[in-house]
């Protein structure tokens, strides 16, 4: 009896561990453009999201404070992974949500002189990278996808 | 002709490659646009304006019913019909309002022509009383010089008689025209003068003043008291200038305090009424 009741314990911990919803389409319908505020941060009312962005321009142009009156374009992919870029970028910078922070997941090198006029477009499975009307690339979190 | 379907074809999918729109840009312009209806619908005066933005409105949708699909998910709350449905809401309300101004107007203008008529009538009323005013001062002085030298012959009694039977007319006409002036003056603000506005209190004033209604009221008392002085009344008269006092009293009683109301500001008129 005792050794029943320990199975019944072990199947129901491990059921609720492993617990997992799917599928979950995380797709943001389009890419949000959001200013940074004096203090690095980016707020979006809609998605209720918001970030401290002072350390992804300290990387992308190796200046502690080029987030001045700057503003970047996000969009949120299908398996939950976060598109960000900004006027200038060379790189698009894929992260994932962790534990209350943003993880660099990938960074995807897209011009060798930045883009002017960069903006994302939903095209699931993929994002759509363009430079004002051109396209570009369809990225995934992995990289380019092709053109 | 099949070759050139599928060069066609090509292009056209080597184009879509090339050449791409912004979801954000294309949001953002739907939003701008759906903006600028908006106001224009709120600024809009005429029925036929209304009509055109309608139209242009109807144009807009066409034009973006190719990203209807985009535009259902990227308006949330809203939606691409939903937009449209609130932009024909506003029409619908825009409208009523016009139409409400319009009438408003309409009677604004009826309000204007009355008020022109009343004052053109009191402006011919006060005139015929100036008029009346001078010719019973003349007759008042001519039954004076008359009956200086009245010597009793039947003329004398005859023209005595016609003096003062014109006299008493053109005195009874003055005082017709003067309570017709202050009916005029009264009728349309009498129940309301406690709670005039600034600006009504100053149309009011200026009628009251144009057609020197105080004085010709002042001038009317001082007449008749002239008049009976003359001596020249008889019991019949006497009779009859008794009702018709009674009969100022009574208005004098309507109209005074409201006439006092107006010019408790103005010392040198408030004291012409006291």
């Given at each position: 009896?005792?050794?029943?009741?320990?199975?019944?314990?072990?199947?129901?911990?491990?059921?609720?561990?492993?617990?997992?919803?799917?599928?979950?389409?995380?797709?943001?319908?389009?890419?949000?453009?959001?200013?940074?505020?004096?203090?690095?941060?980016?707020?979006?009312?809609?998605?209720?999201?918001?970030?401290?962005?002072?350390?992804?321009?300290?990387?992308?142009?190796?200046?502690?404070?080029?987030?001045?009156?700057?503003?970047?374009?996000?969009?949120?992919?299908?398996?939950?992974?976060?598109?960000?870029?900004?006027?200038?970028?060379?790189?698009?910078?894929?992260?994932?949500?962790?534990?209350?922070?943003?993880?660099?997941?990938?960074?995807?090198?897209?011009?060798?002189?930045?883009?002017?006029?960069?903006?994302?477009?939903?095209?699931?499975?993929?994002?759509?990278?363009?430079?004002?009307?051109?396209?570009?690339?369809?990225?995934?979190?992995?990289?380019?996808?092709?053109? | 002709?099949?070759?050139?379907?599928?060069?066609?074809?090509?292009?056209?999918?080597?184009?879509?490659?090339?050449?791409?729109?912004?979801?954000?840009?294309?949001?953002?312009?739907?939003?701008?646009?759906?903006?600028?209806?908006?106001?224009?619908?709120?600024?809009?005066?005429?029925?036929?304006?209304?009509?055109?933005?309608?139209?242009?409105?109807?144009?807009?949708?066409?034009?973006?019913?190719?990203?209807?699909?985009?535009?259902?998910?990227?308006?949330?709350?809203?939606?691409?019909?939903?937009?449209?449905?609130?932009?024909?809401?506003?029409?619908?309300?825009?409208?009523?309002?016009?139409?409400?101004?319009?009438?408003?107007?309409?009677?604004?203008?009826?309000?204007?022509?009355?008020?022109?008529?009343?004052?053109?009538?009191?402006?011919?009323?006060?005139?015929?009383?100036?008029?009346?005013?001078?010719?019973?001062?003349?007759?008042?002085?001519?039954?004076?010089?008359?009956?200086?030298?009245?010597?009793?012959?039947?003329?004398?009694?005859?023209?005595?008689?016609?003096?003062?039977?014109?006299?008493?007319?053109?005195?009874?006409?003055?005082?017709?025209?003067?309570?017709?002036?202050?009916?005029?003056?009264?009728?349309?603000?009498?129940?309301?003068?406690e709670s005039l506005n600034d600006a009504e209190l100053k149309g009011l004033k200026t009628q009251i003043q144009s057609t020197s209604l105080i004085d010709n009221i002042t001038n009317l008392v001082k007449d008749n008291i002239e008049f009976l002085k003359a001596s020249i009344l008889n019991v019949e008269d006497l009779i009859n200038l008794r009702s018709e006092f009674n009969a100022f009293d009574d208005r004098w009683k309507h109209f005074g305090p409201k006439?006092?109301?107006?010019?408790?500001?103005?010392?040198?008129?408030?004291?012409?009424?006291?």
């Amino acid at each position: 009896m005792k050794k029943l009741l320990f199975l019944f314990f072990i199947l129901f911990t491990v059921g609720c561990a492993q617990l997992t919803l799917e599928p979950v389409n995380f797709a943001w319908p389009i890419e949000s453009v959001l200013d940074v505020d004096d203090e690095g941060m980016i707020s979006d009312n809609r998605y209720s999201f918001s970030a401290n962005v002072t350390q992804l321009f300290f990387v992308e142009k190796k200046d502690s404070n080029a987030y001045n009156k700057e503003s970047v374009r996000i969009i949120r992919g299908t398996k939950g992974y976060y598109y960000i870029i900004g006027s200038g970028f060379k790189n698009v910078y894929v992260f994932s949500a962790d534990n209350g922070a943003l993880k660099l997941h990938n960074k995807i090198f897209v011009s060798e002189f930045g883009l002017d006029l960069p903006a994302f477009n939903q095209r699931v499975p993929y994002i759509e990278l363009l430079e004002g009307e051109e396209h570009l690339f369809f990225l995934n979190s992995d990289g380019i996808k092709g053109e | 002709m099949r070759t050139q379907t599928i060069y066609v074809s090509i292009f056209l999918l080597f184009a879509s490659l090339i050449f791409a729109q912004s979801d954000y840009r294309i949001t953002q312009e739907f939003k701008s646009r759906q903006r600028s209806f908006e106001i224009a619908i709120e600024y809009a005066k005429t029925p036929d304006e209304l009509t055109r933005i309608k139209k242009e409105i109807l144009e807009f949708k066409n034009e973006f019913r190719g990203n209807k699909e985009l535009l259902n998910r990227a308006l949330y709350p809203n939606n691409f019909e939903s937009s449209f449905t609130n932009l024909d809401k506003k029409i619908q309300f825009a409208g009523k309002k016009i139409k409400e101004i319009e009438k408003l107007h309409t009677r604004v203008t009826s309000l204007e022509t009355d008020y022109s008529l009343i004052s053109e009538e009191l402006g011919k009323l006060t005139r015929e009383v100036s008029t009346l005013r001078k010719s019973n001062s003349r007759l008042m002085n001519e039954l004076k010089a008359f009956r200086s030298g009245y010597s009793g012959s039947k003329e004398s009694i005859d023209s005595l008689k016609n003096l003062i039977s014109e006299l008493k007319e053109g005195i009874n006409q003055r005082d017709t025209l003067i309570k017709e002036i202050m009916d005029n003056i009264f009728a349309t603000a009498e129940h309301k003068i406690e709670s005039l506005n600034d600006a009504e209190l100053k149309g009011l004033k200026t009628q009251i003043q144009s057609t020197s209604l105080i004085d010709n009221i002042t001038n009317l008392v001082k007449d008749n008291i002239e008049f009976l002085k003359a001596s020249i009344l008889n019991v019949e008269d006497l009779i009859n200038l008794r009702s018709e006092f009674n009969a100022f009293d009574d208005r004098w009683k309507h109209f005074g305090p409201k006439l006092f109301n107006i010019y408790s500001a103005d010392k040198q008129n408030k004291e012409k009424l006291v």
